[in-house]
């Protein structure tokens, strides 16, 4: 694909080695997930003729989002393992598809990473925007495309296949064992798995692969009418069709000693019900390309740490405890049908519950069942952000709006856990031939993050 012009090229892609024979299987290198790391991964590991395999537990993209729009939609049962976790594009293929990062980039992959996504179908303004985003309605299109490119040059994708455990022998960590008891060798193991593979991390865990618990957050989803939202941002100027739906962002230092703040935001989009295990309720905002629905979204997150849930070296997964008691609490407070509770914004400020809609129009599928979230929340984490909301609201005037809903719970914010690499190798520190990689090991927080890291997987690999 053709360099884009005024863009300089990555000094790692131009360097890549020729392309090589496709060698025995145990060559081929292995990766775990199809989300932007693994696929970027999977992509540049093909162009240089390494035939990798593929391996994704849920299914391809648009069967995925059939199961996903008919669980909101249809009354479909929860499939855990076909949901906005789980399948093609991973988890960043139900959101705002935002493709901007606070990371360094001085390997320059990021504009190369927009050229291909472009390439793929993306929209070729995400190349001048200072904050471009694809949308969940044109990511399915730039997912399919990069997988059929993989396979064109030899690489394999394959859909509905799910690790259980690793081969590990003399220390050294030799492939994988599928669900179904079958092995695939490899001496090179990218575990690309998004921040939700609990199951995968317990069973890591179990065969002595080292974790180390991180601080992430925990809140809820708030929705604003995105009108509402344009004249805080805009004015007088609101409503202009070149300026579109206007987003926000913040930061809230408060007494409690922890900050509030915007995660995900999501301008003229919904809240969508992202759980991945069944009996639980997650939150998560989406927006297509347009951005023309009728409320703003975003996470209204708190941090938490690891003294927040008792992890240590000795419980290292004692956050995903945390975040599943969460989940829980919502499911059963929500009524055991997976709808979300809610709350106005102006009950949670006086802790009473709420027993129905003012006038803003909840976006959440399947629905909501009204409630006070001071009772799944923790305290620490309702008090900061009852004091948050006046400290947004000095420079965001309106934001208090009482009929502003509140969904719960949101706890997907990143990873819970990482897993140590060697700083030049990449491989885990313990386990030659397995390589974390991306949002669930701990080393990104976002689809542009998440793809570099797979990029930087691939570099190190072929040099």
Known sequence: MGQAAGLPAPS???????????????????IIGSGPCGLFCALLLARAGRKPILLERGKPAGDRARDVTGFWRRGWAFNPESNVQFGEG??????????????????????????????????EDILVKAKPHIGTDRLIKVVRHLREEIIALGGEVRFETRVDRLLIDNGQCRGVILHDGSTIESNQTILAVGHSSRDTFTALHAQGV???????????????????????????????????????????????GRAAYSFCMCPGGLVVAASSEPGSVVTNGMSSYARAEAN????????????????????????????????????????????????????????????GPGNVKPSYEPGV??????????????D????????????????????????????????????????????????????????????AGGIISAAADGMRIAERLLK
């Open 12 to 30: 790692p892609i131009s360097h890549l080695p020729s392309p090589i024979s496709g060698g025995p299987a145990a060559s081929r290198p292995l």
């Open 210 to 256: 080292p974790f180390e618990p991180k601080p992430f957050s925990v809140g809820v989803r708030i929705e604003h009418p995105q009108t509402l939202v344009d004249r805080i941002r805009y004015g007088q100027h609101a409503g202009h069709p070149r300026l579109g739906s206007a987003p926000y962002k913040f930061v809230a230092h408060c007494g409690t």
């Open 90 to 123: 991973g988890a960043g293929t139900f959101s705002d598809g935002k493709l901007y990062t606070q990371i360094r980039d001085r390997e320059h992959r990021i504009p190369w990473l927009l050229k291909e996504m472009v390439a793929a179908g993306a929209p």
């Open 369 to 382: 069942h009204w409630t006070n979230l001071h009772e799944i929340l923790p305290e620490i984490v309702c």
């Open 296 to 355: 703003a979204n975003s996470g209204f997150m708190v941090d938490v740490g690891p003294s927040d849930f008792h992890a240590d070296a000795t419980n290292p997964l004692g956050g995903i405890a945390f975040q599943r008691t969460l989940e829980q609490r919502a499911f059963e407070l929500g009524g055991g049908n997976y709808h979300a509770p809610a709350q106005l914004l102006g009950d949670f400020l006086h802790a009473r519950p709420s027993t």
């Open 384 to 443: 900061t952000l009852t004091e948050a909301i006046g400290k947004v609201n000095l420079a965001l005037p309106g934001f208090d709006l009482e009929d502003a809903i509140m969904t719960g719970v949101e706890t997907r914010s990143s990873s819970p856990i990482r897993i140590p690499r060697d700083h030049e190798t990449l491989a885990c520190i313990t386990l030659p031939g397995l390589y974390p990689a991306g949002e669930g090991a701990g080393y």
